[in-house]
């Protein structure tokens, strides 16, 4: 009897331990999955954007040859620039573009940073910036039928894609009826009414082409607009049958980004590029969601502000993409701008909450759309 109770005690903590991991084992197994897992990631975890990068995918600029020089990679690196325009000084061949742009992108790569927009001005006829391209001789103006518009933006969308370019500024829908404009050879010659199908059937080519349109401009230049290149310019109001036609526009086809003109109206002291008026008008109005991008801010049409100034004050009205193109600035001018944005934006919480806005919009949009 003594044996027995001995060895009853002695199994006794034995079986408390089998329940206890019973028990363990048991609880393990049937907890859900996502206690398990929670730790792994949560945006929180995730280290906050620099001023720096949160403005660098506002920023397109063009630069100066035919390969990047080391200021300007530097110039990609410290601000995770969103976009690089190409002109022709750019281009000497398909070979030598390809390889420019396989080096601007290797640099966002290695960076981590998100790809950049290649952009061009590429629109037919005398604006077009690759005389390879299969349709270069073909202007607005001589497009006429929305089965042509289609095909020739398809074709060249196909051509710029092939070359690694993913955004064109085009179509142009400034409604100019005038042969001494400055923008006549660029524009369809149709009623305004058959312009906006024309360009509808234009962005769906090169969108198809998984090409990105720039359509532009907004608000537009009319009849007696002088060329922003060089001058100083007025246009119509914002609230015309021109400007109300955007509406129709984005309510037939999705217009993924906007260029917004340097014309001032009448009924705004401010060029449209920088007026939160004419902005406001665009989003709230004609209800536009898209990308919205200046036109060149090297343009002797912003000459009353300093580079510094126009480039804040873009920021300020609300337009997502400062474009320089390097038409007139370097390297050297761009980093001086994009330093002094930074200092500002670090004094502004509202502009720089904003910034943030900006860069997801941007972002999101080429995680859907960009190699």
Do not use: C
Request: proline share 5%.
């Amino acid at each position: 009897m003594k044996n027995h109770s001995t060895t009853r005690y002695l199994f006794f903590p034995f079986f408390i331990i089998l329940i206890l991991a019973g028990v363990l084992f048991y609880t393990s197994f049937n907890t859900p999955l996502r206690s398990q897992t929670a730790t792994i990631y949560t945006p929180q975890e995730e280290p906050s954007l620099s001023l720096q990068h949160l403005l660098g995918q506002s920023i397109m600029i063009g630069i100066q040859g035919t390969t990047l020089t080391e200021e300007e990679k530097n110039l990609l690196r410290t601000y995770g620039i969103g976009g690089v325009m190409l002109l022709e000084k750019n281009i000497v061949s398909e070979e030598q573009l390809t390889s420019l742009i396989s080096d601007i992108q290797a640099i966002a790569q290695k960076e981590n940073i998100p790809p950049l927009f290649i952009a061009i001005d590429q629109e037919g006829g005398a604006v077009s910036r690759i005389k390879t391209d299969p349709t270069y001789d073909i202007p607005q103006s001589k497009i006429t039928t929305p089965d042509t518009a289609y095909t020739t933006a398809y074709t060249r969308g196909t051509h710029l894609k092939k070359l690694g370019i993913t955004m064109n500024f085009s179509p142009v829908i400034d409604p100019i009826t005038i042969e001494e404009s400055f923008l006549w050879d660029r524009v369809f010659h149709t009623p305004l009414e058959k312009r906006i199908s024309l360009a509808v059937q234009m962005i769906k080519g090169y969108k198809d082409a998984h090409i990105t349109p720039v359509l532009k401009h907004f608000p537009g230049h009319n009849n007696e607009s002088r060329d922003t290149h060089q001058y100083i310019t007025d246009s119509f109001p914002l609230k015309t049958e021109y400007t109300q036609h955007f509406s129709s526009l984005f309510a037939q086809t999705y217009v993924p980004a906007v260029m917004i003109s340097h014309t001032t109206s009448e009924t705004d002291e401010l060029p449209a590029t920088l007026s939160k008026t004419a902005l406001s008008y665009l989003t709230h109005e004609l209800l536009y969601t898209g990308i919205t991008v200046t036109d060149d801010l090297e343009m002797n049409a912003l000459s009353l502000f300093s580079p510094k100034e126009r480039s804040l004050k873009a920021l300020q009205a609300g337009v997502d993409i400062l474009l320089f193109s390097g038409y007139q600035y370097n390297s050297a001018v761009h980093e001086d701008i994009l330093s002094y944005l930074v200092s500002e934006l670090s004094l502004r919480p509202d502009l720089s909450s904003s910034l943030q806005s900006r860069y997801t919009k941007i972002t999101s949009y080429k995680e859907k759309h960009l190699p």
